[in-house]
């Protein structure tokens, strides 16, 4: 119970100070709808739309997820708050999930914004929806994790920025979002299978258009895989610098 307190009122916290702010929230539906306008507009077709949705959501969740946690825990950092709330009485697990389940649920969020307008636009009958929320949830899950990682490496919000675009603008050529990975050059094909993005990535397609490349369970196992990896890291680096 005590931890179930901590925990929403870290929450709470994080989401009155930092992501229910105006410019978060409008930055945050700005962001997405100028994602899927930009690439909905140059569709002439609803087949066109549906095949592009999975790569705007992808993108939506990637750039929502990791600037947010650039943001609380950056500056909590440079506060010295953030060592302060490493004292509270709860396991470190459960503080560090408290701090990113808001960008995980803003990540969320983020996605379904293209979906929305998609569905005005073209036919969704055929998505399924329970391969896609699983898709949305770990692709969040997994890019938060990302976040939080280059969060606690660095000093400042610019160099969380800068260090996270080092990350996503690859992600966003390499990972299958707008073109399939084996059009990549080969040398790279490897490389886009170290990336948490491009299981999330073949799971959208799959649920959204049945063109998935990689077995269901086989993105499923790799994405949890990437969230436990990435969580685990990020919590070796916070007992490493702040816990000795």
């Not at 997820?65 to 709860?90: D, H, N, Q, W, Y």
């Not at 969704?124 to 770990?138: D, E, K």
Request: with cysteine.
């Amino acid at each position: 119970m005590n931890g179930c307190i901590a925990y929403w009122g870290i929450l709470r916290k994080d989401m009155r100070s930092y992501y229910l702010k105006p410019p978060n929230i409008s930055w945050g539906l700005i962001f997405p709808l100028a994602w899927t306008l930009m690439f909905f507009i140059r569709s002439e077709t609803a087949v066109d739309i549906r095949s592009l949705l999975p790569g705007v959501m992808a993108l939506s969740i990637l750039f929502g997820t990791t600037s947010m946690l650039a943001v609380t825990v950056t500056f909590e950092k440079r506060g010295r708050s953030f060592e302060r709330l490493l004292l509270a009485p709860i396991s470190l697990e459960l503080l560090m999930w408290a701090k990113t389940s808001g960008a995980v649920f803003f990540g969320a969020v983020n996605a379904f914004v293209p979906v929305v307008m998609a569905a005005f636009l073209a036919d969704l009958s055929g998505v399924i929806w329970w391969q896609l929320i699983v898709a949305v949830t770990l692709v969040a899950i997994s890019s938060t994790f990302l976040g939080l990682l280059i969060a606690v490496c660095v000093k400042e919000v610019f160099e969380a920025q800068t260090f996270s675009n080092f990350f996503r603008f690859p992600m966003v050529f390499l990972c299958g979002l707008f073109f399939p990975i084996d059009q990549l050059p080969g040398p790279l094909q490897p490389l886009a299978y170290l990336l948490p993005l491009t299981y999330g990535a073949d799971l959208l397609h799959e649920a959204v258009q049945s063109t998935g490349r990689l077995p269901v369970a086989v993105n499923l196992a790799a994405l949890v895989g990437f969230c436990l990896l990435l969580f685990l890291v990020s919590l070796h680096r916070i007992r490493q610098k702040w816990i000795r």
